[in-house]
């Protein structure tokens, strides 16, 4: 049976309680609308961890001024349905009143890393994103928590904030899972329309050529950074964001491709802003 805790103390209690029985406990922190790419967070959790929660809360945070915090999707409904069916022991559903209470003044900041990529484009995203990973970490005190690669600047800015902080912490990221036509899946894939549908395909086949191409011996990141661009742009109705071809760590960028590389893309096609990437290493 799956409980739902939404009080901060009965979580911890719920935790304190499951820790001092000598279980491992497992946590994937999500904004909800659950899709397999969740899924596979999820399942992982539980098969490494003795029992698994799961967090669901749109944080208020990390989203922009004019982003997508009110239109965000919320399916609170079909996901309960998908996290009990998949085992998970807790869901965690906190409230915002809660979690950020009046004077709320305490925020996160991870440097460097968080300059980079989205970090740039969103201002204040990474800000958000380590404040609430943090606080769901002191809450549910997880031994595993579990991330997708997807977001893999989210993943290493993470990982920094454990390293950083001392946390008692594993942190595992999962490969980003595919439709079958390539497109990463993500909650915000909803917002395309048909024809943006079809232009989304251009990311993961970009990334794919480009893996292709430094395969085949192309060495200059410049080069590899213009093809990516006009393999996009020739889509209906794309935005390119950012294109970077940086490492997978710092997200420095160099104008030769390096023994390990990070290509990764940000792409707004209508309402919907993607993301997507892929690690290359060089043979
Ligand atoms: O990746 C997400 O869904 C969110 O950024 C996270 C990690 C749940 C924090 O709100």
Not at 73 to 99: H, M, N, Q, W, Y
Not at 239 to 265: G, H, K, M, N
Request: include cysteine.
């Amino acid at each position: 049976m799956m409980e739902i805790i939404t009080s901060i103390e009965e979580m911890k209690t719920w935790s304190r309680r499951i820790r001092d029985e000598g279980k491992v406990i497992g946590l994937t922190p999500t904004m909800g609308c659950l899709h397999e790419g969740h899924l596979s967070l999820i399942k992982a959790s539980i098969t490494e961890c003795d029992s698994t929660v799961v967090s669901i809360f749109v944080n208020p945070a990390q989203f922009g001024p004019d982003e997508d915090l009110e239109s965000y999707p919320r399916t609170l409904e079909a996901d309960k349905e998908i996290l009990r069916s998949t085992g998970v022991d807790v869901l965690f559903l906190p409230a915002k009143e809660d979690l950020y209470p009046d004077g709320f003044k305490s925020f996160v900041e991870i440097e460097g890393k968080t300059n980079y990529l989205c970090g740039k484009s969103r201002p204040g995203f990474f800000r958000g994103v380590a404040t609430i990973v943090l606080k769901l970490f002191n809450i549910v005190n997880p031994r595993t928590a579990f991330f997708g690669e997807k977001d893999w600047q989210q993943l290493e800015v993470i990982r920094t904030l454990v390293r950083d902080l001392n946390l008692d912490i594993k942190i595992a990221g999962q490969p980003i899972v595919r439709e079958s036509d390539g497109l990463a899946m993500s909650s915000r894939n909803r917002y395309l329309s048909e024809e943006g549908r079809l232009s989304a395909l251009s990311l993961s086949q970009a990334l794919k050529t480009a893996q292709s191409r430094i395969e085949q011996g192309e060495r200059s990141t410049e080069i590899i950074r213009n093809e990516i661009r006009q393999m996009i742009e020739q889509k209906n109705g794309t935005e390119v964001d950012y294109i970077s071809v940086c490492d997978p760590e710092d997200f420095s960028e160099s104008e030769q491709i390096r023994s390990r590389t990070l290509i990764a893309l940000a792409v707004r096609i209508g309402k919907a802003r993607l993301i997507d990437n892929r690690i290359i290493e060089r043979a």
